[in-house]
């Protein structure tokens, strides 16, 4: 069966409209600040969103993506650390867009999100926001300062200083591998002082820093 074809509309890029393919859609939204774009299943249903609102659509998407917010008493946990950074990742295929991020344990507030990145693996993008983590609170004057993972395979790279991705580089994902080599690079400069946790899932639920798409 042949993949369904789809459509994909950008209202904010270097030009904006409806077009049938992605590789004309990245060129319009890659790189430029605040890119706001959308697949459709049809090119009825993707005109009809252009000339429509836009806010309507990114609104619904990300709703659909984030899904509903479960909230947890971490403080009920005497075992967590409250005063941490948790990372996690999110990869919607293997490979496929990945995008990772870290949230303060003790408040959910997100510190930083990065991504989608076109490419890449889960593994990668733990990784990444691992050695994001440590370099964000090395830079804040914070060296003792908890980080929790979920990812053997992050904890590993990092503890080796070095990641054993299988993925081939590819022009589509040269930004993530840049991203990797620039990691790596700062992983093999600094001394790692920041205790890594890691999150007891089975006893704690999803870390707080899960983009809850399981």
Same mark, same amino acid.
């Given at each position: 069966m042949a993949p369904r074809r789809k459509f994909y509309v950008v209202w904010n890029g270097y030009a904006t409209g409806v077009f049938d393919s992605w590789e004309e859609c990245q060129l319009q939204v890659k790189g430029y600040p605040d890119a706001k774009y959308k697949s459709f299943d049809s090119q009825e249903a993707a005109v009809a969103a252009y000339r429509g609102d836009p806010a309507e659509q990114l609104d619904i998407l990300k709703a659909i993506a984030k899904g509903p917010a479960v909230k947890v008493n971490y403080e009920a946990i005497p075992e967590i650390k409250l005063d941490a950074l948790a990372v996690d990742a999110a990869c919607s295929?293997?490979?496929?867009?990945?995008?990772?991020? !870290?949230? &303060?344990? *003790?408040?959910?507030?997100?510190?930083?999100?990065? !991504?989608? +990145?076109?490419?890449?693996?889960?593994?990668? !993008?733990?990784?990444? $926001? +691992?050695?994001? !983590?440590? $370099?964000? +609170?090395?830079?804040?004057?914070?060296?003792?300062?908890?980080?929790?993972?979920?990812? *053997?395979?992050?904890?590993? &790279?990092?503890?080796?200083?070095?990641?054993?991705?299988?993925?081939?580089?590819?022009?589509?994902? $040269?930004?993530?591998?840049?991203?990797? *080599? *620039? $990691?790596?690079?700062w992983l093999q400069s600094h001394e790692i002082t920041n205790p890594i946790l890691t999150w007891d899932t089975p006893n704690w639920g999803e870390i707080p820093a899960d983009f809850g798409r399981k």
């Open positions: 295929k293997n490979p496929g867009p990945v995008e990772y991020r !870290g949230v &303060w344990v *003790r408040t959910g507030e997100q510190i930083f999100h990065v !991504g989608p +990145l076109q490419g890449g693996t889960n593994n990668i !993008g733990e990784y990444l $926001a +691992l050695v994001h !983590g440590l $370099a964000l +609170l090395h830079k804040q004057g914070q060296p003792y300062t908890p980080i929790y993972t979920d990812s *053997r395979t992050a904890r590993s &790279w990092v503890r080796n200083r070095q990641p054993k991705t299988t993925l081939k580089p590819t022009a589509q994902n $040269a930004e993530l591998f840049d991203m990797m *080599r *620039r $990691a790596t690079a």
